[in-house]
């Protein structure tokens, strides 16, 4: 069902009007026998909303009251027990998988004189892939409806939004990072602030854990304003009277034999230097080892100097709430011991850095 909205009738800019922009899903009704799909929305500031809607036949689109309306599979097992229920989120449901790719759903501002009346964009569900935590679907088609004009125009294949304010295709930000990944905004917001580089074949690896050095190097590059501090703290090695002092037992600025400092070392050293981190009780840091999203949560909101409770029982409850607080915690989290993906840092560090704080974030209470 389309709902014309009104929420941009404050800020239109002179000979401009809004249309309506729905997402369609042409086979619904034959995956019911696997799955449900469950559409959700997000009011304006971040704050949730009780309603769900199950999604059949129909071109669904955001109200004037809402910003952001997400699009979630179950399976059909898992929705039966969640039939009865007055309200249900599917944010907060473990079991519920967000869409692969954003979709285009709610308003475009087009210029006044165009006759463009609604424009619905077609999606086909591929697969329910619980092993990933994701609905699979691709973009089918676009329809535009003019005025006047009995049969819409069609274009196949994308999604194809003209408008007032059309934007030139994104580019990938990475060559396994296209603009339908989930970690594309926030990949594209620190590599254009020089924050993260990826590897030498042009990937960047979003699913694979990461590791404590790889960890450091987006903490820190987050948070120095100069690369000057990254070298002055490397010089600062240098000049000393032996190359074989440490920051840890096992990340030296060795220079003897041909041996150079590893590549991470001036992160690491900038991190120390700035109590960021201290490393384990044997005077290691383990750069190779996995870092879990406890030991995360209190060396990011320390390096970004946040205030916050730290006599806390468990340790890490204070650094988490603070994460929750300004909603950046990824939903793909769901423990507090559990490893984090290279493109969930991404995501965290994103949110917090550019100040994002309407997208779907875990709580404390809700991790285990």
Not at 291 to 315: C, H, R
Request: net charge negative; proline share 4%; with cysteine.
């Amino acid at each position: 069902m389309l709902m014309a909205s009104t929420a941009f009738a404050d800020v239109l800019p002179e000979g401009t009007k809004v249309v309506p922009i729905c997402a369609y899903f042409n086979n619904t009704a034959s995956v019911l026998d696997t799955m449900a799909v469950y559409g959700y929305e997000t009011a304006p500031g971040g704050a949730k909303v009780d309603f769900s809607s199950f999604i059949a036949n129909e071109c669904f689109t955001t109200s004037y009251k809402f910003n952001s309306y997400k699009v979630y599979g179950v399976t059909a097992a898992h929705a039966l027990t969640i039939s009865n229920f007055d309200t249900y989120n599917p944010s907060t449901d473990q079991e519920a998988y967000l869409t692969n790719i954003e979709l285009e759903i709610g308003e475009r501002i087009v210029d006044d004189a165009s006759t463009i009346e609604r424009i619905e964009n077609e999606y086909h569900i591929i697969s329910l892939d619980t092993e990933a935590g994701r609905l699979m679907i691709e973009p089918v088609r676009t329809k535009i409806y003019m005025t006047g004009v009995t049969e819409p125009e069609i274009t196949e294949g994308s999604i194809t939004i003209p408008g007032y304010d059309t934007e030139e295709p994104a580019e990938d930000v990475f060559n396994d990072v296209t603009s339908t990944n989930k970690y594309y905004d926030a990949l594209k917001y620190l590599k254009d602030n020089g924050i993260v580089g990826g590897y030498e074949d042009g990937s960047f690896k979003p699913e694979n854990t990461i590791n404590r050095a790889e960890f450091t190097k987006i903490v820190v590059g987050s948070i120095i304003t100069s690369p000057d501090e990254l070298t002055n703290c490397e010089a600062h090695y240098a000049s000393q009277s032996s190359y074989m002092l440490t920051l840890f037992t096992d990340v030296e600025f060795a220079m003897v034999g041909g041996n150079i400092p590893p590549w991470y070392f001036d992160y690491v050293c900038v991190a120390k230097l700035n109590g960021i981190i201290s490393g384990y009780d044997d005077g290691s840091f383990r750069p190779n080892d996995k870092i879990n999203f406890s030991e995360a949560s209190k060396i990011v909101t320390e390096a970004m100097g946040y205030q916050m409770l730290t006599d806390t029982t468990p340790w890490y409850m204070g650094y988490i709430k603070e994460l929750a607080n300004r909603n950046a915690i990824p939903t793909s989290i769901t423990s507090f011991g559990q490893y984090i993906t290279r493109g969930e840092m991404a995501e965290i560090m994103y949110r917090l850095k550019a100040e994002v704080t309407n997208l779907d974030s875990k709580t404390y209470e809700e991790l285990k």
